[in-house]
């Protein structure tokens, strides 16, 4: 294999005896961010852990820049951590505590006072060097949780969940901090989160988990355009699945039935040919809502919803309720039939599902 | 700050409590300076002659000589297992049973006088074990709970991260230990500490049983001692008794910061 930063190969990992990672594999390229992004209980805290050496995988292999560490131990893995909580040591200074790794690192006094110093100098915290932990706030915390990760030069920067406890202002703010000091650092980083955008905003790639597998690993805009699955579709705002069979085409245009035996035309090179299932999402900004037509599929407005610019509308269908966007200048009336269609180029496609 | 009144009721029950709590230290004090052959309070006239004769008597100088031997030791080994048990039971709680750690506290729930009969009943005689040894293993039952207790206590709200976080940074766990978790989980182990060897110090009920001919703690000593008089020796050791703990306490607190400790 050649000089992946990372790479996990068929983890296997237990928690006593449920088992919580089902044969795991992810490479980061170095310099890469990559997001595990996921509800909790997906396996992406596992993940984090297994790398940092704190468990160890029942089976497969865990490789830093080619090295394989899986059987390491955590102190000699030299993996920068910041932690959800931030974990500084309260008995320390914010130097001391921004100098640990150093330290044990024998780096000896003038250097690492140096080092310490441009350090805090780099995430502005160069006046509190001599504070406790105690005495800082939270966005101050995440600072030096920061600085002592990456004083150490680590191969490799992993941060779990760190903007959980910040404000919403702080949280965009210290994301593109983030961002920058690890781009500035060229370091390949693993940042754990379960917060879609945070995830999308300072990736370059992100894997989704869910139950303890990598459900699709991509750019943020591949995965909000060509998700690979329902999961990861309805994951990233394709609130409308709808499978639907292929009975007549014509070139790009194809007449497709969905549930309840409804058709309707769509222009989508991307189907195959008759007989052909599979399942199209839309965004409720993906459906266009019209007069009824025999191109589109009938339906009824249902529930409306007021969103600011736009109404969202619940629009019955023997295809099943679906949920689209109507512009604010035309309110529709409950009960009122209208024709739904999919604005192809913002729709995907999906393979059937089998369950 | 503002001045707030406080409910007379309230302030009377407050010292009463206080004096009930001061009370019995005051007593001591003042029947062993009397100057009577007898125990006598309030105080008649003042004597330190009664602190003399306690520390003429050989058999009161012995045996605090030995109840100090049994309380360091039963301590300094009671830290040892509790500080590990602790640890142990708050770092990996989840992957041992519940009731695991209850068994810790189980020399509480056996009434002392019973734990001390059956301790001499079977292990005590059976193996044979010297008076001093005997103490000191009975003494350690007894201070184990408090040390897990108190320990437990403290490292319930420490934070394991900060022990992962050093790991991550490259120091060895058992350095880790001693040098991050120790120092943050300080405060209950000296308060563990305290609290055992006065424990040890004062026991008279398990140590009634374990010793044996010639050798006695202090507190069995003055015991002994009161059956057969009645003059104001005894409460004269118990000031010195009172005065050794407090030296302890001091001590702890100029090495270790007690401050902290009852924070």
Redesign the interface.
């Known amino acids: 294999m050649q000089s992946n930063a990372v790479s996990l190969n068929d983890i296997v990992a237990h928690y006593?005896n449920s088992q919580v990672l089902h044969g795991l594999n992810m490479s980061v390229a170095d310099g890469e961010l990559v997001s595990l992004l996921g509800s909790s209980g997906c396996g992406k805290t596992t993940t984090l852990r297994l790398l940092?050496g704190?468990i160890r995988p029942s089976s497969g292999s865990i490789a830093l820049s080619g090295r394989d560490v899986t059987g390491l131990?955590?102190?000699?893995?030299?993996?920068?951590?910041v932690?959800?909580?931030y974990?500084?040591?309260?008995?320390l200074t914010v130097a001391q505590n921004v100098g640990?790794?150093l330290k044990?690192?024998q780096v000896a006094e003038p250097e690492r006072g140096k080092r310490v110093a441009a350090m805090l100098e780099r995430v502005g915290l160069s006046s509190f060097a001599d504070r406790y932990p105690s005495a800082l706030s939270g966005g101050q915390r995440q600072r030096v949780a920061l600085a002592?990760a990456l004083v150490?030069d680590p191969p490799l920067l992993m941060l779990d969940e760190p903007l959980s406890n910040l404000d919403a202002k702080l949280r965009v703010d210290m994301r593109s901090e983030i961002r920058e000091l690890q781009r500035a650092n060229k370091r390949t980083a693993i940042y754990v989160t379960h917060d879609q955008e945070e995830a999308f905003s300072i990736s370059d790639r992100v894997a989704i988990m869910d139950a303890g597998r990598i459900v699709q690993l991509d750019a943020p805009e591949t995965l909000f355009t060509r998700p690979v699955n329902a999961f990861v579709a309805r994951f990233v705002g394709f609130e409308n699945l709808v499978p639907m069979i292929v009975v007549e085409r014509d070139g790009d245009r194809v007449i497709c039935e969905a549930a309840g035996g409804v058709r309707t035309t769509l222009s989508l090179a991307a189907t195959g040919p008759v007989g052909d299932r599979f399942v199209i999402g839309a965004r409720p900004e993906g459906l266009a809502i019209g007069a009824p037509s025999n191109s589109t599929i009938p339906g009824t407005i249902g529930v409306r919803t007021y969103l600011g610019r736009t109404y969202q509308y619940r629009i019955d269908t023997p295809a099943g309720p679906l949920v689209a966007n109507g512009p604010f200048s035309q309110p529709l009336q409950q009960g009122e039939a209208v024709g739904i269609g999919f604005l192809a180029d913002q729709c995907c496609i999906l393979p059937m599902e089998n369950n | 700050m503002q001045q707030r009144s406080v409910n007379p009721v309230v302030a009377a029950i407050g010292w009463l409590v206080m004096a009930f709590l001061m009370a019995p230290i005051v007593i001591v004090i003042g029947a062993a300076v009397s100057d009577t052959t007898y125990l006598a309070f309030p105080p008649q006239g003042f004597s330190l002659r009664w602190f003399g004769n306690v520390l003429q008597q050989r058999s009161f100088m012995a045996s605090f000589q030995t109840s100090m031997q049994v309380a360091i030791s039963a301590t300094s080994i009671a830290l040892a297992i509790g500080l590990f048990a602790a640890y142990g039971l708050a770092r990996f709680g989840k992957?041992i049973p519940a009731w695991f750690g209850s068994v810790f506290l189980l020399p509480l729930f056996v009434p002392e006088i019973v734990f001390g009969f059956s301790l001499l009943k079977t292990v005590i005689v059976s193996l044979e074990l010297p008076v001093t040894t005997a103490l000191i293993v009975g003494h350690t039952i007894i201070c184990l709970p408090y040390m897990v207790r108190v320990i437990s206590a403290s490292l319930s709200s420490f934070?394991f991260?900060?022990e992962?976080?050093?790991?991550?940074?490259?120091?060895?766990?058992i350095k880790v230990f001693l040098t991050?978790v120790l120092?943050?989980i300080r405060s209950g182990v000296i308060a563990a500490v305290v609290l055992a060897f006065i424990t040890s110090l004062n026991d008279v009920a398990v140590s009634l049983f374990l010793t044996g001919p010639g050798v006695s703690t202090l507190p069995i000593e003055v015991f002994t001692y009161v059956e057969q008089f009645f003059d104001p020796s005894v409460a004269a050791v118990s000031v010195l008794l009172m005065g050794v703990t407090i030296i302890v306490m001091a001590l702890v607190e100029r090495t270790l910061g007690l401050g902290k400790a009852v924070k």
């Open positions: 006593g940092a704190f131990p955590p102190y000699r893995r030299g993996i920068g951590i932690f959800q909580n974990a500084l040591f309260p008995h640990f790794g044990q690192r002592r150490i | 992957t934070d991260s900060i992962e976080a050093a790991v991550s940074l490259g120091m060895h766990p991050i120092p943050n």
